[in-house]
């Protein structure tokens, strides 16, 4: 059994920043891809960034060269940095990782940007 806790969430005045984490516990034997998710309010779920295990990025064009997503395979942990934050990034985020070849998925965390 794994899990994948996420952290970081708040609220943020527009131009400010933000940090998430994203933590993998359990019985883990491999950890692939990494990466996150955001819905916002009555839209679909949609794809951010993610990280291959050789720490290959992708971005989002909404969201690239403001965030910035990383991992500490050492702790099984993942974080995105959110800078430049915009109203319309406004969402919960959740974070995904494939562990022992299994897709899984946080419980999600709330970011809010507003003034």
């Known amino acids: 059994q794994v899990q994948l806790v996420e952290s970081g969430g708040g609220l943020v005045q527009p131009g400010g920043s933000l940090r998430l984490s994203c933590a993998a516990s359990?019985?883990?034997?491999?950890?692939?891809?990494m990466g996150w998710y955001r819905q916002a309010p009555g839209k679909q779920r949609e794809w951010v960034t993610d990280?291959?295990?050789?720490?290959?990025?992708r971005y989002a064009d909404s969201v690239k060269g403001r965030f910035t997503i990383s991992r500490d395979n050492a702790k099984n942990t993942a974080y995105l940095q959110m800078n430049s934050l915009k109203p319309e990034d406004t969402a919960v985020y959740y974070c995904?990782?494939?562990?022992?070849?299994?897709?899984?998925w946080g419980q999600g965390t709330q970011v809010t940007v507003s003034s």
């Open positions: 990280i291959t295990s050789g720490s290959y990025k």
């Open positions: 359990g019985t883990i034997f491999s950890i692939d891809a």
């Open positions: 995904n990782a494939v562990i022992n070849r299994v897709e899984n």
